[in-house]
């Protein structure tokens, strides 16, 4: 064999080992890296995001800010972004839709974007009429969607990710409370086999009941659920309110769906729901046990 020859074999061999290295260092990392957690610290960060936009009432610039920074958070995930423009009550609805494909979902995941106009329920009566920050009552339940489109494995049942336009105005005049979720329904051409919605979920002090209008099957799944991951002292496997929420309309339409609560709040449509009343642990223990749940489908 010549010195060319041999010159030319070499750096065959070299060029193969090298390939193979490089294979074999990007399947190490791959494994290594695994798939991407749920966040309770970016879910925090999140809520925040969300209030330093300023109120979030509908018509609103921080309304359309929130729109606008969803859909670049939830297109970046990888889901596509549809928006259902509607009216109610003479008031322009926005319903952000997050779905991965064109197929059916089996799950629709909800919670509420907006804001309340007036923080009536502030025990300081000069603070009545100024809006509600929404750390809790909206953007809790906003970031553990993001989070999950961020974290829920691409092999999971067909997902969708909705986000409620006009929930939380009512006893206000020309206002009605769930507007978005029943605008949406309204027009659902389908029946998913469950509707989840998240509300009020990241107090620091979270103690979510089963809710009392929800569907009891359903519910009990996702309690138990919670128990099997070591959630069981915030979901608390005992009946206390009943409430109309998002879920309504579904329920309405003969769809089984469950609230996911937290009514005792004290900051409830207050001035001080602010994110320091937010915990990163409470969005922890909601997001880990709606993708476990997801997962068991």
């Avoid at 009429?129 to 809790?136: D, F, I, L, S, T």
Wanted: charged share 25%; glycine share 6%.
């Amino acid at each position: 064999m010549t010195k060319r020859a041999t010159a030319l074999y070499l750096t065959i061999i070299a060029l193969l080992l090298g390939l193979i290295l490089l294979w074999y260092t990007a399947s190490f990392l791959t494994v290594e890296a695994g798939p991407v957690m749920f966040d309770g610290q970016r879910a925090l960060t999140d809520v925040q995001t969300q209030v330093a936009f300023g109120p979030r009432i509908p018509g609103t610039e921080g309304h359309a800010q929130v729109r606008e920074w969803m859909r670049e958070e939830l297109e970046s995930a990888g889901w596509i972004v549809e928006v259902q423009e509607t009216e109610a009550m003479g008031h322009p609805i926005f319903n952000i839709i997050a779905k991965r494909s064109g197929e059916v979902p089996q799950i629709i995941i909800g919670a509420h974007y907006d804001s309340r106009i007036f923080a009536d329920h502030d025990p300081d009566p000069a603070k009545q009429k100024e809006p509600v920050p929404a750390a809790n009552d909206g953007a809790s339940g906003i970031a553990v969607l993001l989070e999950l489109a961020r974290t829920m494995p691409k092999d999971s049942v067909p997902v969708w990710l909705v986000f409620f336009d006009a929930e939380d105005n009512g006893r206000i005049e020309g206002w009605d409370w769930i507007l978005g979720s029943r605008a949406f329904v309204n027009e659902l051409e389908f029946k998913p086999q469950a509707a989840i919605i998240v509300d009020m979920i990241g107090d620091a002090d979270l103690n979510i009941y089963l809710e009392g209008n929800s569907d009891k099957p359903l519910r009990t799944e996702i309690w138990n659920t919670a128990a099997s991951l070591g959630h069981d002292a915030v979901f608390i496997a005992q009946e206390k309110h009943s409430m109309l929420d998002d879920h309504t309309p579904f329920l309405e339409a003969g769809i089984p769906a469950v609230d996911i609560i937290d009514f005792d709040y004290p900051y409830w449509h207050t001035t001080e729901d602010t994110p320091d009343k937010v915990s990163a642990e409470s969005l922890q223990a909601v997001g880990e046990t709606l993708l476990a749940w997801i997962a068991s489908r």
